[in-house]
Structure formats: C-alpha cells, structure tokens
C-alpha cells in the first residue's frame, strides 16, 4: 500500500550525538517530525521510523504486533549506535513502552531517555475484552489527533484495529517488568488532560523506574500529541538541553541557541 503523504520516515546524520524517535500505536513520523526537525537543526543525528503496520491503512496495522514494531526500533537503534558515540531514544505514548524495552534491553549503550505520554498499563475495564472481542469486532474508533491546539493536526488511522490492541496490552506486562532495569536518565513529560493514555500511567513509570536522574513535568496546556500542541516548543528546548548535559557538543561543533518560550 503506499504511504499517507507525510507518514515517510526521517533521518538526518549530523554530529557524534544520535537521537532515535518512537511513534505511537495508528501514528506516524509526522507526529514526531518537528521534534526530529528540531534536533537535526541543532546538530544531531537523528532517526525516525515509520513503524510497521503504519502509515498506510488500519487494516496493515491490524496484521503486526508488538514484536514486528520493536525490531523496527531496535535495528534503528544499532544503526545509529554505528555512527555515533552517544544515543539517546525518545518516544510518545506506545513508543514510549518501545523507548522503555530499548533501555531496559541495551542498557549504558543508551545514554538517557525521554519519554512523552508513555502508553505501559490499561486505563479501564474495557480492554479486558479484547482478547475475545478482536475476533468479532475489527476495530473500534481511532485514537489520533488528540491534541488541544486547533490548527494542529495529526496523521494517523482514524480506526484502531483490536488485534493490534491486543499486542500492545501484552507487551506493557514486559514494559512493566523493565522499568525497575531502567537506570539511565530520564525525563518524562505528562499531559494533565490525556484523552488516549491516563496519566496515571506516568505515575506508574515514575514510581517504578530505577533511574536515579528523573525529572517529571506536568503539561498544562497540551493533550496527548505534545509535539503537535502548544506545549512543543517546550519539550523540544527540554529534551535537546537534556542530551546537551549528558553529551555536551564537542570542540569545533557549532551549536544552535535552542531559543523559544
């Protein structure tokens, strides 16, 4: 199937610091790209993939699973390991459990995380259906564009299929079991009004994780799509001064004043 103008992954090699970006469950690159932009105008290496089962129809979604999209992240990661000697992983909502596996998964070969809106428990009964209800019903309501700026909108599948769904579910048992192995630092971002992923799940990670350098900030003016939301520039700023302390600019790069509100 081809792919929604704007669904294509990005990439940028800049300099010796990488940054790898995971989307969310029915999103696309387009979610993340002007985070991705952000950085690669910064200096950065950066990667963003378009994850399988995305970007096309609902239906393609509905035949992956939660194993098909961490391979996807995970040869991305090792790829940017290659050409760069620091690298950090960021993700939204179901990339962010993909950013948590990765840590957990490659350990000190991930320098620190930032995680927006992290998708790792279920928010309601509902999902306890789901294992029977995905053989009858398809696929239920989309869950993108949740985001409070009018003028913003996200690409994503305006359907959800429950198979996919029922992936995820399973994987947020291993993504729960991973936090305590987390140790590098971390910044997690929660929106105070969430209409796809409960902020309690951000509780959840906070009090789980093992790192010892976590920084949480509450979003007030943004729903779930951050990096599409009045709350962008913020994140972007924080998240490039966050790899900057951890992996400051080495001599004779020229860096760019992150700027912004």
């Not at 961490?70 to 990339?95: H, K, N, Q, T």
Request: proline share 7%.
């Amino acid at each position: 199937m081809p792919l929604m103008p704007g669904a294509e992954p990005y990439r940028h090699d800049g300099g010796p610091t990488g940054v790898l970006l995971c989307h969310g469950l029915t999103g696309s690159p387009q979610s993340l790209r002007p985070w991705a932009e952000y950085l690669a105008e910064r200096g950065l290496s950066v990667s963003l993939p378009l994850l399988p089962g995305h970007g096309t129809r609902w239906q393609d979604l509905g035949v992956t699973g939660w194993q098909d999209w961490y391979a996807e992240v995970d040869r991305e990661l090792r790829a940017l390991r290659e050409r760069c000697s620091r690298v950090f992983v960021f993700g939204l909502s179901m990339g962010g459990a993909l950013t948590i596996h990765l840590a957990a998964e490659h350990g000190p070969a991930i320098s620190g995380i930032v995680l927006v809106n992290p998708s790792v428990k279920a928010d309601g009964g509902r999902l306890r259906l789901v294992p029977v209800a995905r053989h009858f019903v398809p696929s239920v309501k989309g869950i993108a564009s949740d985001i409070a700026r009018e003028d913003s909108v996200e690409l994503g599948y305006d359907r959800t299929p429950l198979h996919a769904v029922h992936s995820l579910s399973r994987f947020w048992r291993i993504v729960q079991a991973d936090l305590p192995k987390v140790t590098q630092p971390v910044l997690l971002f929660n929106s105070r009004v969430d209409h796809v992923v409960h902020p309690a799940n951000g509780d959840l990670v906070e009090r789980r994780l093992g790192s010892t350098d976590l920084t949480r900030t509450i979003l007030e003016r943004s729903y779930h799509v951050v990096p599409l939301d009045h709350d962008a520039e913020r994140l972007f700023r924080s998240s490039y001064e966050f790899v900057r302390r951890l992996a400051p600019a080495p001599d004779g790069e020229v860096e760019v004043a992150s700027g912004g509100a």
